[in-house]
DNA sequence: GAAGTTTTTAGACTATATCTAATCTGAGAT
DNA sequence: ATCTCAGATTAGATATAGTCTAAAAACTTC
């Protein structure tokens, strides 16, 4: 997503292109990791040294009622955001505590009349274990 | 689960079975719902007013290592813990930000050699959309 | 019942998130 | 161009969540 597509699409959810929330998409889109909000409001600042953490905060709020960037679930402290581009699942290591991507993949909704009166909007995969450098480093150490 | 159960649970995992100890884990077994630190330390501050948040904390962190309870990973302020009892899913609820629970099914593990040298201990899936409560009202109002 | 270990306690402290009121900004109207 | 005003931003206070510390209490073992 380039810079001229980010505005659009802010501008297309009715948010207007400030450079703060320019600055907190285009971290979520350039790095697809999953950011806390310190290292969103850490990208912001580099931009501009005097913005402030509300800003920040009720940005990501927006961005999120806008349905153009998720709330990861993760344990721990510290909320995770991500844009929302290529469906995924991801993966959660146990030691390190980093969150991966995994290629998406349909997964089957709960059987028969499970769900009750339930309406599902979206599903999500996590796993859980060792991430290939905590994997590796156990086996060796 | 009932209480001697719950003893014999701690001491087989090489924890004393104390009164602020059990009452987390009596409380976790007891409602089944996805409790707030917060909730379960108001629960064990009703058997012993003068117990302390540390405690909590310390005995919460203490049964997840001991592998008896759980973190449920799920946006929001304030980790969520359960007890762990029969595997199931999660379904969240987009409106209430409540969670249930969903009846268990094998989930397929990504394909080939997508996982690469990852190891995986467990899976869950998350469902999210609108309860039945939520669905209900939003359909009729 | 003494000695040593584990657990708990109170409250200070850190981290994370939100609120408030004042100020600033920018897009449309003129 | 510049006025206007809703929407955004700011600093800093406040609220909420979680951790740490040192001392006291409660068990275990002898």
């Known amino acids: 997503m380039d810079a001229a597509e980010i505005r659009q ?8 292109c ?5 600055a907190v998409m285009a971290f979520l889109t350039e790095h697809n990791r999953h950011a806390t909000a310190a290292e969103i409001f850490e990208a912001v600042n580099r931009v501009d040294p005097r913005s402030s953490r509300a800003t920040t905060y009720n940005n990501l709020r927006d961005l999120v009622q806008a349905g153009l960037v998720r709330e990861v679930a993760v344990e721990g402290r510290g909320a995770r955001f991500e844009a929302i581009g290529v469906p995924h699942h991801h993966f959660v290591c146990d030691h390190c505590g980093n969150v991966e991507d995994l290629e ?5 909704k709960p059987a028969g009349g499970s769900l009750g009166k339930r309406v599902v909007r979206e599903c999500e995969l996590i796993f859980r274990g060792l991430c290939s450098n905590c994997a590796q480093r156990s086996a060796s150490g």
């Open 18 to 22: 400030t450079p703060q929330r320019f």
């Open 104 to 108: 998406w993949y349909d997964v089957p």
């Open 9 to 16: 699409f802010l501008e297309g959810s009715g948010l207007r």
